[in-house]
């Protein structure tokens, strides 16, 4: 069984700065892609940025440029780097990843961490 587990949300003035974490732990042979994903009421889940396990990234247009996705794979950790942020950022902020454990591929979410930009 694999666990992740997202940390660094909360609430940040417009024009300011965030971290999120996403860390992965249990069955964990190696992490393929990662992403962060974020849901707002009533709307579906968007992507928001990815990375391969090669460090490959791409981003959504409306975070091009503010927004910085990274990992550390001795850490089995994702981080989401969230500068000048704006009110229309806020939501839930889920990560995702492509976990091998057991010669089989599965993907996983995290519980979401919310993000309220907010003066």
């Known amino acids: 069984q694999v666990q992740l587990v997202e940390s660094g949300g909360g609430l940040v003035q417009p024009g300011g700065s965030l971290r999120l974490s996403c860390a992965a732990s249990?069955?964990?042979?190696?992490?393929?892609?990662m992403g962060w994903y974020r849901q707002v009421p009533g709307k579906e889940r968007e992507l928001v940025a990815h990375?391969?396990?090669?460090?490959?990234?791409h981003y959504a247009d409306s975070v091009k440029g503010r927004f910085s996705i990274s990992r550390d794979n001795a850490k089995n950790t994702m981080y989401l780097q969230m500068n000048s942020l704006k009110p229309e950022d806020t939501a839930v902020y889920y990560c995702?990843?492509?976990?091998?454990?057991?010669?089989?591929?599965?993907?996983?979410w995290g519980q979401g961490t919310q993000v309220t930009v907010s003066s």
């Open positions: 249990g069955s964990i042979f190696s992490i393929n892609a």
């Open positions: 995702n990843a492509h976990v091998v454990s057991d010669n089989t591929r599965t993907g996983y």
């Open positions: 990375i391969t396990s090669g460090g490959t990234t």
